[in-house]
Each structure stands twice: as C-alpha cells, then as structure tokens.
Nanobody, 121 residues
C-alpha cells in the first residue's frame, strides 16, 4: 500500500503565502508525476500544478506566476509554494501521485486526504 500525507493548509489574508507538502510512503518502486488539484465549494476538482519525474512543470493559467510546484525525490515529497494568494484560491487542495508499486510493478494513482486553504479578503 501507499500512503500520502498532506500538510500546510490554513487561513491566510489575501496577498499572503502558504506552502503545502505531500509525502508519499509505502510500497513504492518509482514515482512518476506528482501534482496538486483543488476543489472549491460547488465546483469541479481542477488541476493546479503538476511536476514530472524529470522536473518539467505545468500550471493552471490562474496560478501561473504565483504558485510553484517542486519535488524532493529522496523524500518522495511534492510541494506547492503559493504566493500572492487571492480569495478565489480558497479550496480544498489535494495532492496526486502516480506510483509504480514494488513487486508487482503495477501503476496506481493515489490521492491525498485534502487540506483546506482559505484566503480572506
């Protein structure tokens, strides 16, 4: 099994910053892409940022220039640095990790438990 543990959410004023972390552990042979999604009340879950195993990144247009995704492969951890936060960034943020599991070498998509980010105006 693989477990994902998220941390770093909270309440911040507009213009502030937060850093999210998501650590993967368990039966991991290799991690491919790692990313962050968010879901605001009444809206569908949307991609925020993704980083490949090689370090290539992709961002939603709404966060470009404000958010930075990074990863530490030695720690199996993905980060999301969020700067210049806006009230419209308020949502539950979920990490997503594409894992190749040990022994079977089967590939699974795992989700974190979600962490609330609230930006006040």
């Amino acid at each position: 099994q693989v477990q994902l543990v998220e941390s770093g959410g909270g309440l911040v004023q507009a213009g502030g910053s937060l850093r999210l972390s998501c650590a993967a552990s368990g039966s991991i042979f290799r991690i491919n892409a790692m990313g962050w999604y968010r879901q605001a009340p009444g809206k569908q879950r949307e991609l925020v940022a993704v980083i490949s195993s090689g370090g290539s990144t992709n961002y939603a247009d709404s966060v470009k220039g404000r958010f930075t995704v990074s990863r530490d492969n030695a720690k199996n951890t993905v980060y999301l640095q969020m700067n210049s936060l806006k009230p419209e960034d308020t949502a539950v943020y979920y990490c997503n990790v594409d894992v190749v599991r040990k022994v079977t070498l089967s590939r699974f998509d795992y989700w974190g438990q979600g962490t609330q980010v609230t930006v006040s105006s």
